[in-house]
T-cell receptor, first 117, second 111 residues
Framework: NAGVTQTPKFRVLKTGQSMTLLCAQD?????MYWYRQDPGMGLRLIHY???????AKGEVPDGYNVSRLKKQNFLLGLESAAPSQTSVYFC????????????????FGPGTRLTVL | EDQVTQSPEALRLQEGESSSLNCSYT??????LFWYRQDPGKGPEFLFT???AGEEKEKERLKATLTKKESFLHITAPKPEDSATYLC????????????FGRGTQLTVWP
């Protein structure tokens, strides 16, 4: 049971290049999330998905796109990378709400450290 | 608008010196308050969930409590291995599983 995995672990891009970050979970979670973490800013939600084939914008979605073609995978794409996208990216997943009024804990992957030059 | 505020930003303790971390929140319709631990270069690790005022949970040297406006993470007789950044997050009733994170408290425990 690997939990949440992310690839790659590290990446350096030049401004304008594109890339895709892959997140996979083996816990059969319905919800998946992409965050970025910057010094002094905390974790900020980029996009999230509540099920296969669905995506929604979070707090800081500009410059990113996502897709969830399979329940276990959530992809984050950068079409034209900018230095402002230098950050550590975390994927997380959680079960959907089974009881009214309850939000379940999220489980995080190890992160991808991205540098855009 | 900050919905989750953690204090202090950084805390240095001597081994065995107990203390508390604070997480205050202003969301309406709280549907869970979550504590995570994050070690350098790693993803956040889930510690506790609290759902209602008065609730308490414990794990080894850590104890989390919740009131209607804030949560405390009490650390009793900390050890150097407790050094980490502790994150607080809240879930609101109008969201689909989304959590809103504070900026964290960086705890250092020295021998």
């Amino acid at each position: 049971n690997a939990g949440v995995t992310q690839t790659p672990k590290f990446r350096v891009l030049k401004t304008g290049q594109s890339m895709t970050l892959l997140c996979a979970q083996d816990m059969n979670h319905e919800y998946m999330y992409w965050y970025r973490q910057d010094p002094g800013m905390g974790l900020r939600l980029i996009h999230y998905s509540v099920g296969e084939g669905t995506t929604a914008k979070g707090e800081v979605p500009d410059g990113y796109n996502v897709s969830r073609l399979k329940k276990q995978n959530f992809l984050l794409g950068l079409e034209s990378a900018a230095p402002s996208q230098t950050s550590v990216y975390f994927c997380a997943s959680s079960h959907a709400r089974f009881l009214a009024g309850v939000i379940n804990e999220q489980f995080f992957g190890p992160g991808t450290r991205l540098t855009v030059l | 608008e900050d919905q989750v505020t953690q204090s202090p930003e950084a805390l240095r303790l001597q081994e065995g010196e107990s203390s508390s971390l604070n997480c205050s929140y202003t969301v309406s319709g709280l549907r869970g308050l979550f504590w995570y631990r994050q070690d350098p270069g790693k993803g956040p690790e889930f510690l506790f969930t609290l759902y209602s005022a008065g609730e308490e949970k414990e794990k080894e040297r850590l104890k989390a409590t919740l009131t209607k406006k804030e949560s405390f993470l009490h650390i009793t007789a900390p050890k150097p291995e407790d050094s980490a950044t502790y994150l607080c997050a809240v879930g609101r009733g109008s969201t689909l599983g989304r959590l809103y994170f504070g900026r964290g408290t960086q705890l250092t425990v020295w021998p």
